[in-house]
């Protein structure tokens, strides 16, 4: 690993812990994101993953591909995609005669101008907005890498990148445009534009841009500074250690760093309540685990249950056609497409928009029970639950989207129209809120309650706090592994 020192000093403003006078940063050790296991962390050759050999999760990845150039060549192709798709038609609806051209844009400007603001700047944040985004992040990015250390300012994009990717939706929007064109097609003309095309290649070329990007390779030419501040401001001194020189440390007095991985080793057991202090390679402030996991995930999804309610009963969007129609709640919308033949479909439609959300919020309020109960069962299980549903929790924003295209494409007063309701703005509350509750939940704190991370340190419940000590965890449970994480193919 090609590293070097600087004495550029960092700041933490949260206020605590007084000054940590001395870090040990530990090379060739990882900590497991979905279990918070540490293991060696073996050298890959290009084609090879790293899994946890606990839950299985993945710890690292070598690309077979140019670690630069195919990342590079995949984003230029996604930012002449990108253009051209907001240049060209969407899509162009023939209702008697009469004809409207609908762009990539015209949906969530003809939501606002219906008074559905919150709605169509989410529509357009995460169909426009972000997608360009990402794709000047990633220039950034490559830029960044080309040097021969990474920039002071190469870390935070890496950081920004990774929280405002999730946000581009366009392969939900894609599915949107689908479900849109197959209700058209049975009242009108319906003309696919090239938008269509050129965003279905977007969704393709910015898949492959992720997918061959190798972010633990960048991350090995920036400098770990030998000066960082912990949490109240006060000096530490940064050392540099690989884990085959040391050994095993103790695991509660270990910490990585949420955004670059960095394993560090205090001289203390680590709080999991305040900020230990600022990460000596990216400037991102370290905590153990997730500040008010169980609390803010608990506060979501009680705000998602409250607009569950309303967003299945009320209709989402109103139909009319030659003066007659009515409301279509989001049940309505896919039996409809059962009635119509289109089975797949109305399945679906079905899945995203009903089960999906339900799911989510069962989930993980299952999740937060047994942590809460200390439970020490189905913890690979659950650990892999919540990975599946972190994955397909945006695609339940394909009926908002099919709305923004059916509100924009469907103007024609009284011959035809369609408009949202309110129920299609609750149910973007509770895709936004069940995304958040996600993104706000550590499954490490799973396994911590279970005792299975070493020493209970604090942040969790005072009962199972009291059992793990009882049973005497540190004797019967593995903290640590001093064997290397698993290595298979890389078969993505």
């Keep these: 690993m090609s590293m070097s020192f600087s004495s550029r000093q960092m700041r933490c403003d949260d206020a605590g812990l007084g000054p940590v006078p001395h870090i040990r940063i530990i090379g060739g050790l990882s900590e497991c994101p979905g279990c918070g296991l540490y293991q060696r962390l073996p050298e890959l050759a290009p084609g090879q993953q790293a899994l946890c050999t606990r839950c299985g999760q993945k710890l690292a990845r070598r690309r077979r591909t140019a670690p630069l150039a195919t990342p590079l060549a995949f984003c230029i192709s996604s930012a002449a995609f990108y253009l051209a798709a907001l240049a060209s038609s969407l899509m162009t609806l023939d209702v008697y005669g009469r004809?409207?051209?609908?762009?990539?844009?015209?949906?969530?400007?003809?939501?606002?101008?219906?008074?559905?603001?919150?709605?169509?700047?989410?529509?357009?944040?995460?169909?426009?907005?972000?997608?360009?985004?990402?794709?000047?992040?990633?220039?950034?990015?490559?830029?960044?890498?080309?040097?021969?250390?990474?920039?002071?300012?190469?870390?935070?994009?890496?950081?920004?990148?990774?929280?405002?990717?999730?946000?581009?939706?366009?392969?939900?929007?894609?599915?949107?445009?689908?479900?849109?064109?197959?209700?058209?097609?049975?009242?009108?003309?319906?003309?696919?534009?090239?938008?269509?095309?050129?965003?279905?290649?977007?969704m393709l070329t910015m898949a492959a841009t992720d997918s061959t990007l190798d972010t633990e390779m960048i991350w090995q030419h920036r400098r770990i500074d030998s000066l960082t501040r912990a949490e109240g401001g006060g000096r530490v001194a940064v050392d540099y250690v690989h884990v085959d020189d040391i050994g095993m440390p103790p695991v509660d007095h270990l910490v990585a760093c949420s955004s670059c991985g960095l394993v560090g080793e205090l001289a203390h057991p680590v709080s999991n309540l305040r900020c230990v202090g600022v990460c000596p390679r990216c400037e991102h402030k370290v905590w153990r685990r997730l500040p008010q996991t169980l609390t803010r995930t608990t506060a979501f999804l009680i705000a998602a249950v409250v607009f569950y309610i309303p967003a299945n009963l009320y209709p989402v969007m109103t139909f009319t056609r030659m003066g007659g129609g009515g409301g279509h709640t989001i049940i309505e919308g896919a039996l409809e497409l059962w009635a119509d033949g289109m089975i797949p479909l109305a399945l679906l439609v079905f899945f995203a928009s009903i089960t999906v959300p339900m799911l989510k919020i069962a989930s993980l309020c299952w999740m937060i029970i047994q942590t809460w109960r200390g439970a020490r069962g189905h913890l690979v299980a659950r650990t892999r639950l919540f990975r599946l549903v972190d994955m397909v929790g945006r695609w339940s924003m394909i009926d908002v989207f099919m709305i923004s295209i059916l509100v924009a494409v469907v103007r024609f007063n009284f011959m035809a129209s369609v408009t949202a309701n309110a129920g299609m703005v609750a149910f973007a509350a509770v895709v936004i809120l069940t995304l958040l509750a996600a993104w706000s939940f550590d499954p490490r704190i799973m396994w911590d309650a279970a005792g299975r991370n070493g020493p209970v340190t604090d942040g969790l419940p005072p009962g199972v706090v009291a059992a793990v000590d009882h049973d005497g965890q540190a004797s019967s449970l593995s903290p640590a592994e001093t064997r290397p994480a698993s290595m298979e193919p890389d078969l993505a």
């Design 99 to 202: 004809q409207r051209t609908v762009d990539l844009l015209t949906g969530p400007m003809e939501l606002m101008h219906e008074g559905w603001g919150e709605a169509g700047i989410l529509v357009g944040a995460v169909t426009v907005l972000a997608p360009a985004v990402a794709i000047g992040f990633m220039f950034a990015i490559l830029y960044a890498a080309s040097r021969p250390l990474l920039p002071d300012w190469g870390p935070r994009i890496l950081v920004w990148y990774d929280k405002l990717r999730p946000w581009s939706m366009v392969e939900v929007y894609i599915l949107g445009i689908f479900v849109a064109y197959t209700k058209l097609t049975d009242m009108a003309h319906v003309d696919v534009g090239p938008a269509v095309y050129l965003i279905g290649a977007l």
